[in-house]
């Protein structure tokens, strides 16, 4: 089995904090996302890099990386995790199905994270010979923010555990279901009836969803509500201009007034997330942002606003001092 280098995958280095981690990640994903690069290829590479983020993201999962990234990395011959090793974030044992991360994360992670359609169920009650309810199954579905404004029905496949002739077998299955709208990250859908066969009479057990939300590119989520940082330009800042700003419908005109601050919020309504009725907000979030270069020109004329301007940004600092 391959060894994913998760630092090389995201171009950071290995003492990378979460805030240079989150940056390559925004950088790679708008190279890669599906919405943004058609050619083939991208949507592979783009699921590495979601992939890395989901393991470097979380101190507990990076640190377990990090050690068996000791213990074998570099190994000429595969990697294999150490005999009896089992992650913090794993569910109980159990078959994997087809996943949408590598068979490396999943022989470290197990269950959970991006994709993982591992099931974890309660296998206790089905060595009992009388009526009882089979396994539930749990699986995390992976979500992108543009896919909870569509209806289509999504395909999930998982595992769950099955006994016949004394001898537990795990079972694959594929299913369609349709994800309602207004779901959150992190939110428990129960399918009634599609876990493992119950014994006797008994009733069969239930399929839980774990939906997981996928990091977007150019998105932040704060419940229903989409934060999009808007850089503009320190004259656009200063004089006003109309610019326009993406959304996950499209394209809207966004009005900036004159004298606008960094870190002021604009919020547009119902362009956020669906919600069970109506939508969630986006809001935008000016950042001023300065040019890289700048001529001689340029700084003349930065010289000739800053000695003909009276304005001061730490006033404030000389009337705490009165």
């Given at each position: 089995?391959e060894?994913?280098?998760?630092?090389q995958?995201l171009?950071?280095?290995?003492?990378?904090?979460?805030?240079?981690?989150?940056?390559a990640?925004?950088?790679?994903?708008?190279?890669?996302h599906?919405?943004m690069n058609?050619k083939?290829?991208?949507g592979d590479k783009?699921?590495?890099?979601?992939?890395?983020y989901?393991?470097?993201k979380d101190?507990?999962?990076?640190?377990e990386y990090d050690e068996?990234?000791?213990?074998?990395?570099n190994?000429?011959?595969g990697?294999e995790p150490?005999p009896?090793?089992q992650?913090?974030?794993s569910g109980?044992a159990?078959?994997?199905?087809q996943?949408?991360f590598?068979d490396?994360f999943?022989?470290?992670f197990?269950?959970?994270g991006?994709?993982?359609?591992q099931?974890?169920s309660?296998t206790?009650?089905?060595s009992?010979?009388?009526?009882?309810k089979?396994?539930?199954?749990?699986i995390?579905?992976?979500?992108f923010?543009?896919?909870?404004?569509?209806d289509q029905?999504?395909?999930?496949?998982y595992?769950?555990?099955?006994?016949e002739n004394?001898?537990v077998k795990?079972i694959n299955?594929?299913?369609k279901?349709?994800i309602?709208?207004?779901?959150?990250?992190g939110?428990?859908?129960?399918?009634k009836?599609?876990g493992?066969a119950?014994q006797?009479n008994g009733?069969?057990?239930d399929?839980?969803?774990?939906?997981r939300?996928v990091?977007h590119?150019l998105?932040d989520?704060?419940a229903?509500n989409l934060?999009?940082?808007?850089?503009?330009?320190?004259?656009?800042a200063?004089l006003?201009?109309k610019?326009t700003?993406?959304?996950?419908?499209?394209h809207?005109n966004?009005?900036?007034?004159?004298?606008?601050?960094s870190?002021?919020?604009?919020?547009?309504?119902?362009?956020?997330?669906?919600?069970?009725?109506?939508?969630?907000d986006?809001i935008?979030i000016?950042?001023?942002?300065?040019?890289d270069e700048?001529?001689?020109k340029d700084n003349?004329?930065?010289?000739?606003l800053?000695?003909?301007h009276?304005?001061d940004?730490r006033?404030q600092w000389?009337?705490q001092?009165?």
């Amino acid at each position: 089995m391959e060894f994913k280098d998760y630092y090389q995958i995201l171009g950071v280095n290995e003492d990378s904090d979460l805030k240079d981690i989150k940056k390559a990640y925004r950088k790679l994903a708008l190279k890669l996302h599906p919405d943004m690069n058609p050619k083939e290829g991208a949507g592979d590479k783009f699921k590495q890099v979601v992939e890395a983020y989901e393991v470097l993201k979380d101190p507990e999962r990076r640190a377990e990386y990090d050690e068996l990234r000791k213990y074998g990395g570099n190994s000429p011959d595969g990697f294999e995790p150490p005999p009896g090793w089992q992650s913090s974030h794993s569910g109980a044992a159990g078959s994997h199905s087809q996943s949408d991360f590598s068979d490396f994360f999943n022989s470290i992670f197990g269950g959970g994270g991006y994709g993982q359609h591992q099931s974890r169920s309660k296998t206790g009650r089905q060595s009992h010979p009388f009526d009882s309810k089979g396994s539930d199954a749990e699986i995390e579905v992976p979500i992108f923010l543009e896919d909870i404004f569509s209806d289509q029905a999504k395909t999930i496949q998982y595992s769950y555990p099955s006994l016949e002739n004394g001898q537990v077998k795990h079972i694959n299955k594929t299913l369609k279901v349709k994800i309602p709208a207004g779901v959150t990250n992190g939110e428990r859908i129960r399918l009634k009836g599609q876990g493992g066969a119950g014994q006797g009479n008994g009733p069969n057990g239930d399929l839980y969803l774990h939906i997981r939300l996928v990091p977007h590119p150019l998105f932040d989520v704060e419940a229903h509500n989409l934060i999009l940082p808007v850089p503009i330009a320190p004259w656009e800042a200063a004089l006003g201009t109309k610019i326009t700003v993406p959304t996950l419908t499209g394209h809207i005109n966004l009005t900036i007034k004159p004298n606008s601050q960094s870190g002021q919020k604009l919020r547009i309504k119902g362009k956020g997330l669906r919600k069970k009725s109506g939508s969630g907000d986006l809001i935008a979030i000016l950042k001023i942002v300065m040019p890289d270069e700048s001529t001689e020109k340029d700084n003349a004329l930065w010289q000739q606003l800053a000695q003909y301007h009276p304005f001061d940004p730490r006033a404030q600092w000389s009337k705490q001092n009165d």
